[in-house]
């Protein structure tokens, strides 16, 4: 199978389950099924909590799960950061810290989904909003992804491409619509300017 053809999408959530609601693992795990039964890879903080069981959600469809660690070997990893290996294909090390790593993270993804999710998700959402990047919000988990609405509204900048939506099947579809319109328009653009080169 042609991997390169497929869509990246990152999920980004609580490492704990804490300020989640009760029924947010299950659907991190629905979420990441979702992403690979849509012909897409899933990229995480190759974390614990949403993240964790998102990529085991793939797993379990049989996808691709690529991971971005805060840590800069396999054993910092596990041994300094207690992070997890067994959801994973593929860990990249980036050596970054924490806030490095989600600067990584999300820019190596076509787009984002946030679910419950702390401060460092609230961190990922806020690069993904500034990059333009298409983020779907699955709402009703709790944490950040219940309060987007709120930051948004007092952000001043409008919704930008940002979609919500409690249904994880429903949410996953429009953002890989959203991603390939994106793209086509990317393709379109670029074109557009290599004819002119040509005639000049």
């Not at 490492?15 to 099924?33: F, H, M, Q, T, Y």
């Not at 067994?86 to 806030?99: E, H, K, M, P, R």
């Not at 994880?168 to 793209?183: C, D, G, N, W």
């Amino acid at each position: 199978m042609d991997y390169t053809k497929h869509y990246k999408i990152c999920v980004s959530g609580a490492a704990a389950l804490d300020p989640c609601s009760p029924n947010a693992k299950k659907l991190a795990i629905e979420v990441g099924r979702q992403i690979v039964e849509q012909k897409a890879i899933i990229l995480t903080g190759a974390t614990t909590g949403i993240p964790y069981w998102s990529a085991v959600g793939a797993k379990q469809a049989g996808g691709i799960s690529i991971g971005f660690s805060p840590a800069t070997t396999e054993k910092e990893h596990i041994k300094v950061y207690h992070l997890p290996v067994d959801a994973f294909d593929l860990i990249i090390y980036t050596g970054s810290g924490y806030a490095g790593r989600n600067l990584l993270l999300t820019r190596a993804a076509d787009a984002v989904v946030t679910i419950c999710g702390r401060m460092g998700t609230l961190n990922e959402f806020t690069i993904a909003f500034e990059d333009k990047k298409p983020i779907g919000v699955l709402e009703g988990t709790g944490g950040t992804a219940d309060k987007i609405d709120f930051l948004l509204k007092g952000g001043y900048r409008g919704p930008k491409r940002v979609i919500g939506s409690s249904n994880p099947e429903a949410l996953v579809k429009t953002l890989i619509k959203m991603v390939k319109e994106q793209k086509d328009s990317n393709h379109k653009t670029k074109k557009g300017r290599s004819k002119t080169k040509k005639k000049s």
